[in-house]
């Protein structure tokens, strides 16, 4: 009976970790509704880029403010899409770096239970005197679209050139929920355990009498 009890409490614990990954969502709050002059959708260097496939829009494009995780905590992947610049900027997130010059389209790597403002920096010839930080200095140099769902975004760069592109780096972050079972799964072995306990219980009923 003990043994049932632990495993109805790990039925709810998971059914709830799955719960609060799906409800995380991105969000960007402070953002600025203008628009850059020019932005090269095809030049981030993967063929036939298409933002609507995204379920994206380039009418959405938002300048500077904070892109945060809220709703719950999830896994967050950032993939480098590439770059119209000339200029070698960098994308940074703690030990993980993107740059123009050596990166390759298409790299990505992932940052574990996120929750909250998002940690990361752009550097304009990958000089730390030319950075724009998320939510913090020069945040108006970097673009966000928001995908429908909002559990994708794509995150551009204005570097510290005279032009206001916006299409300077560009990086895919989007929701890696980790791989946990659908709770169908949980029911299905319960009720397996609880046929195989009473198959059990009878026999060992029987073997007494």
């Known amino acids: 009976m003990k043994q049932i009890k632990q495993l109805v409490i790990g039925l709810v614990l998971a059914a709830a970790a799955v719960g609060v990954q799906a409800s995380a969502k991105f969000s960007i709050t402070g953002a600025s509704n203008a628009k850059p002059s020019t932005f090269e959708q095809g030049a981030f260097g993967i063929a036939g880029l298409d933002l609507a496939s995204l379920g994206m829009s380039l ?65 304009s010839q990958g000089n730390a005197a030319q950075k724009a930080v998320n939510g913090g200095i020069n945040a108006g140099r970097i673009g966000t679209i928001l995908s429908g769902d909002k559990r994708s975004v794509l995150i551009t760069f204005n570097d510290f050139a005279a032009d206001k592109d916006f299409d300077d780096m560009a990086i895919l972050a989007s929701f890696v929920p980790a791989p946990v079972p659908e709770p169908v799964s949980y029911v299905m072995l319960m009720a397996g355990m609880l046929t195989m306990g009473f198959i059990a219980r009878r026999r060992m009923g029987a073997n007494i009498r």
């Open 59 to 123: 009418s959405d494009l938002k300048l500077g403010g904070t892109l945060s995780v809220k709703g719950g905590r999830d896994d967050v992947s950032y993939q480098f899409l590439g770059s119209e610049a000339s200029y070698n900027n960098f994308f940074v997130r703690g030990a993980n770096v993107f740059k123009n010059a050596t990166s390759q389209v298409g790299s990505s790597f992932t940052n574990l239970n996120v929750t909250g403002a998002l940690d990361f920096a752009f550097l």
